[in-house]
């Protein structure tokens, strides 16, 4: 009886052994539970004061601002291998209420601020596949294969931070339109899961 109950253990840990282990940034089905889905800003903070909504009250708090930047997504997929996909795929998708500025009398975008120009926004944004370090604490998102026509609308995200509570800090270099023309600037924005459906 001893020697079955040995035998027997000794197949369990043998055959145990014998699987490989997955690198955790690998782990797709683990990855998609825990990060798959759409995040809303929390918070979004340029590095220095900005008036984008001509109030006349300069923040650096770009909700304040920018009155849609909170309804816009960050959008997380993460698929495969299955039957549909030979590999797998992990795609970052960034929205943000990208500002169109005309005046209509020049029919052109100013180059310096212009009283006479209207400033609309539109909700635009890029996708683009990214990994994971081996730690799953940041999220490298890879440059496009072919050079987007209006690359300072859709920039690549300086970094991406993963935190706890199911956020993601994204920092990107914007450009806005405000009363002393056009600057760039980093903004830092905190991204919060809402639903794991994409």
Same mark, same amino acid.
């Given at each position: ?7 027997? *253990? ?121 990994? *994971? ?66």
């Amino acid at each position: 009886m001893k020697i079955t109950l040995l035998f027997s *253990f000794s197949v369990f840990l043998a055959l145990s052994g014998c699987r490989e282990s997955m690198a955790p940034n690998e782990d797709v089905p683990t990855l998609n539970q825990r990060f798959h889905g759409k995040y809303r800003p929390v918070s979004s903070i340029a590095e220095e004061v900005v008036d984008l909504n001509f109030d006349g009250k300069p923040s650096a708090d770009l909700l304040a601002e920018i009155r849609d930047l909170a309804t816009t997504d960050l959008r997380i997929d993460i698929y495969g291998p299955n039957k549909h996909l030979a590999k797998r795929s992990y795609l970052f998708y960034q929205q943000w209420p990208e500002q169109y500025v005309y005046n209509s009398s020049t029919r052109k975008e100013p180059t310096a601020y212009d009283s006479v120009a209207t400033v609309n926004y539109n909700r635009q944004g890029a996708t683009r596949q990214f990994e *994971f370090d081996q730690s799953i604490k940041q999220i490298y998102v890879q440059p496009d294969e072919t050079p987007l026509a209006y690359p300072e609308r859709f920039p690549l995200p300086e970094s991406a931070t993963i935190e706890d509570g199911n956020m993601i800090r994204v920092v990107n270099r914007k450009r806005f339109y405000t009363r002393s023309g056009w600057k760039s600037m980093r903004v830092e924005t905190v991204y919060k899961r809402y639903t794991t459906a994409t």
